[in-house]
T-cell receptor
Framework: DTGVSQDPRHKITKRGQNVTFRCDPI?????LYWYRQTLGQGPEFLTY????????KSRLLSDRFSAERPKGSFSTLEIQRTEQGDSAMYLC???????????FGQGTRLTVV | AQSVTQLDSQVPVFEEAPVELRCNYS??????LFWYVQYPNQGLQLLLK??????LVKGINGFEAEFNKSQTSFHLRKPSVHISDTAEYFC????????????FGQGTELSVKP
């Protein structure tokens, strides 16, 4: 296993377009987390899944954001009608239990122009 | 609500000198504590964690941290830094019974100069 994989690594989109990111966690990990990181800041929690169930969503996750983990394996994060304020690094992490080490992917850098 | 404060946004230090990166947290319930490192354009890598037991924890790359409950601190230390330690360091907490999500500090940029 090569770790947590995110695709694409970079995405440039025009304001108002929809974008979708994918995260493939470490295969035996049942927990998957999404974070957003803006320049000069620490990552901020967006949402997490235990298997296919989405158990918590941050208030940061507006109605334009949706995440899925349909079979408890990979996850997608979709942003509809992107805004310039959505420009950030989107990080995915997975773990095999609560309070165990979370392994992070390299992130998807979104730029909205 | 929980919060994490990293007291220094930037720490410049010369190679082979000791370094301490400071972290304070605020929480009314029990937390678990972590330090992560982020190299440019990379994801985060766990340096060390405190879940319970000895308050002095050792991590990778020669780093260690001490949990101080009374001062609600979890400072990261290394006795002798290398150029390769240049990176962004994040302190984070995870609250008991809240699913394992991490609350991060703002980060400290460690710059090691020759």
């Amino acid at each position: 296993d090569t770790g947590v994989s995110q695709d694409p690594r970079h995405k440039i989109t025009k304001r108002g377009q929809n974008v979708t990111f994918r995260c493939d966690p470490i295969s035996e990990h049942n927990r998957l987390y999404w974070y957003r990181q803006t320049l000069g800041q620490g990552p901020e929690f967006l949402t997490y899944f235990q298997n296919e169930a989405q158990l918590e969503k941050s208030r940061l996750l507006s109605d334009r954001f949706s995440a899925e983990r349909p079979k408890g394996s990979f996850s997608t994060l979709e942003i509809q009608r992107t805004e310039q304020g959505d420009s950030a690094m989107y990080l995915c992490a997975s773990s095999n239990g609560v309070h165990t080490e979370a392994f992070f992917g390299q992130g998807t850098r979104l730029t909205v122009v | 609500a929980q919060s994490v404060t990293q007291l220094d946004s930037q720490v410049p230090v010369f190679e082979e000198a000791p370094v301490e990166l400071r972290c304070n947290y605020s929480s009314s319930v029990s937390v678990y504590l972590f330090w992560y490192v982020q190299y440019p354009n990379q994801g985060l890598q766990l340096l060390l964690k405190y879940l319970s037991g000895s308050t002095l924890v050792k991590g990778i790359n020669g780093f260690e941290a001490e949990f101080n409950k009374s001062q609600t601190s979890f400072h990261l230390r290394k006795p002798s830094v290398h150029i390769s330690d240049t990176a962004e360091y994040f302190c984070a907490v995870s609250v008991y019974n809240q699913g394992g999500k991490l609350i991060f500090g703002q980060g400290t940029e460690l710059s090691v100069k020759p």
